[in-house]
């Protein structure tokens, strides 16, 4: 048995000192990940938990990949371990597994003990996607359906006419996609555009003086899915 185990490389043993100075690395980089996580994503739920989850994958996965590198037994023995680990936590968008795929690398690159290239390839990464998230914010004007019934039993005349030049005042643009009128009822839907979340506030207090039993529903069409 000894014989056939000769051909196996033999492994460095741990340093202790290296792991440490890893470590330290990987809570600085986990703090970074967290607060870019909190300020640059886009998850509307749960942000602040789960963020809390990343100094502990990031230091981890550098604690195993220093462990199983210096030795061909953990390393074996590791492969067992894990196809019994079940992760059960859902993940409700793709961000969240991204960011942990952002973690799982940190640590995968400290363990092997490219820290160098592993520090200033996640600063990269993480400033490209801040800078991006950025100009996505600036130049993103919110699309909305806009939703009217208005029920009365005297309809004021050109009431479509004084909604256009409502809408039109306060929005980039509106596209009427739906107009229906009954007795004493009008329903109608809108595509609008709208620039700043404070004109929207702005417009419904106008809809709302112009035509006081005016009803409104606002529905934001980035979060309808795609056919």
Request: hydrophobic share 50%.
């Amino acid at each position: 048995m000894q014989k056939t185990l000769n051909f196996l490389p033999e492994l460095s043993p741990l340093s202790v000192s290296l792991l440490v100075l890893n470590l330290a690395i990987g809570i600085v980089l986990s703090l970074i990940l967290r607060w870019h996580f909190k300020k640059f994503g886009s998850t509307l739920s749960n942000r602040e938990e789960f963020a809390q989850v990343f100094p502990f994958v990031l230091l981890t996965t550098i604690l195993i990949i220093s462990v199983v590198k210096s030795s061909l037994a953990l390393s074996l023995g590791l492969v067992g371990a894990l196809s019994i680990v079940r992760f059960r936590t859902p993940i409700k968008e793709p961000e969240e597994l991204a960011y942990l795929f952002m973690a799982i690398a940190m640590g995968l690159g400290l363990g092997a003990n490219q820290t160098i290239a592993t520090a200033l390839a996640s600063l990269i990464i993480l400033g490209s996607m801040a800078i991006i998230r950025i100009k996505k914010e600036k130049l993103k004007n919110k699309n909305l359906y806009l939703s009217i019934d208005y029920r009365n039993e005297h309809l004021p005349e050109k009431f479509l006419n004084q909604m256009n030049e409502i809408l039109l005042k306060h929005a980039i643009s509106c596209d009427l996609r739906r107009y229906d009128l009954r007795d004493g009822a009008i329903e109608a839907t809108y595509f609008i555009d709208i620039e700043e979340p404070g004109n929207l506030a702005d417009l419904t207090d106008e809809l709302k003086q112009s035509f006081p039993a005016l009803g409104l529903t606002f529905l934001d069409q980035s979060r309808l899915p795609s056919v």
